[in-house]
């Protein structure tokens, strides 16, 4: 069985959603310029994040409060251990098996919910089952219940056994596999995207799936094409340093400690954690990985994003360093603006220009936050 895509006008795909959510993307950022947010009471930033799930747990868990008002798959995943302390057990398995559902009436795992259908937005992205079946892993081992995961066994081999057919017979992701939780730049085939893929592997084999990859000739390849002495490369074809995929490398627990270990130390040599964690990227996305939107808003990308951030002080704290210093510069900001926001610059204002600025009440940073504390 092919995965199945939806159409595409170039790599965008084409739904109602998507035209919505840009005109919507630009009336959010004219509102955030001239007439701000409303904050959250508070008073510590434990509290604007536990509100900040609170208020987003709709008919789907809203990736956001300004203008993410859906469900990211991606998203859900990474807010997914913080949002288990404020959010009732029953909630997030009802959009577990949402996604599920929706997924095998699809024929694949879409990027993104409403409490309508699946969609993809701006396009299919590599990270898409892999953050799923994270979830469903991450259920089983929160509740002990494993009858979500039974109940879905054959229509979850199915999604997996198409993903591995159209994206992992080459030893690594196809370059074709352009998106990614960066997900308006292209980036065929990008390190992250392959160690979600990895990560995948190991997930579904605990939830007794079967996989065509081996997590161990995988990981080598991994390290074979990808590695550079102290950090991973971004994706096929440039050497630019991939700071999601040595962040996402920590928080997944993936390769051995000794590997880990060089990763700390490339990223704290980088200087990309500094001011606040953590910039995305070292430089300026090259423009022809940039689709026409993207070029609207085109430092976006090498900005400084908190969850991402916050993602790798998880990751950092799972690997035996003291966080609480670069917390403080999280905390800080959260105080500032009384709400959990995306995107900042070095001085720590808010990211923002014409036609996109820095979403706010990001529940996977909400979601990062609570794990961590």
């Known amino acids: 069985m092919a995965l199945k895509l939806g159409p595409k006008f170039g790599p965008y795909a084409i739904n109602k959603e998507c035209p919505y959510s840009v005109l919507y993307n630009v009336w959010d950022s004219w509102r955030l310029q001239y007439q701000g947010f409303a904050r959250l009471p508070g008073p510590l930033p434990k509290d604007i994040a536990a509100q900040t799930l609170k ?7 809203y990736a956001g ?29 009802r959009q577990i098996e949402w996604m599920i559902k929706e997924s095998q009436r699809l024929g694949r795992v879409p990027s993104c919910f409403s409490s309508e259908h699946g969609f993809d937005m701006p396009y299919y992205r590599g990270d898409n089952l892999p953050w799923l079946i994270y979830s469903i892993h991450e259920h089983v081992k929160w509740t002990g219940d494993t009858s979500l ?7 979850l081999q199915v999604m997996l056994d198409d993903y591995e057919q159209a994206h992992m ?26 160690l979600c893929a990895l990560r995948m592997t190991f997930d579904a084999l605990a939830l007794g799936l079967k996989t065509r990859t081996e997590p161990g000739p995988f990981a080598r390849r991994i390290i074979e094409d990808r590695w550079r002495k102290d950090h991973f490369v971004d994706f096929a074809g440039t050497e630019l340093f991939s700071v999601d995929a040595g962040v996402f490398a920590l928080y997944l627990d993936l390769f051995d400690p000794a590997l880990r270990e060089q990763i700390v130390k490339g990223l704290e040599i980088s200087g ?14 090259d423009r022809s990985l940039m689709p026409i939107l993207t070029r609207l808003s085109p430092k ?9 951030g916050l993602m790798y002080l998880n990751g950092l704290k799972k690997n035996g360093r003291d966080v609480a210093s670069a917390l403080k510069g999280i905390d800080e900001l959260t105080l500032r603006y009384g709400q959990m926001v995306e995107a900042v610059d070095e001085r720590g204002d808010l990211y923002k220009t014409f036609f996109h600025s820095s979403e706010y009440g990001l529940s996977m940073a909400a979601g990062q936050y609570l794990e961590l504390v």
Not at 55 to 61: I, K, P, S, W, Y
Not at 179 to 193: A, C, E, F, I, K
């Open 169 to 194: 017979s080459g030893g690594l992701l196809a370059k074709s596999m352009t998106g990614d939780w960066m997900d308006t730049v292209l980036r065929p085939s990008s390190t992250y995207n392959n």
């Open 272 to 285: 990309l954690a500094q001011p606040y964690p953590i910039k995305v990227a070292p430089k300026d996305f």
């Open 65 to 93: 409060t300004g203008h993410f008002h859906y469900m990211w798959v991606s998203d859900f995943a990474k807010s997914l251990r913080g949002a288990q302390k404020v959010l009732e057990p029953a909630y997030l398995r």
């Open 55 to 61: 208020a987003n747990a709709r008919e789907v868990l």
């Open 300 to 308: 976006y990308h090498s900005s400084t994003w908190l969850h991402l």
């Open 149 to 155: 995961a039974e109940a879905h066994r054959d229509a």
